[in-house]
């Protein structure tokens, strides 16, 4: 497999997860915010964002290693 079909199948896991783990995945690894900040402006907590980004990073890996 090729760079390209990587960054393709990577772009179509990140698409197919729910918006809010899209959200904050997004926030943390694109905008370089801490689970504190989002928290912060979500009005929710450190530990709930947490869990979220690790989920949707999961989800993206069992995706990947299945396509």
Known sequence: MDDT???ENLH???????????HRLKKYYFEEKTFDEIAFEEGCTYQSIQRSVYRAVAKIKNILKNS
Not at 12 to 22: F, R, S
């Open 12 to 22: 179509m896991a990140i698409k197919n997860l729910p918006e809010v783990q899209k």
């Open 5 to 7: 079909q990587d960054m």
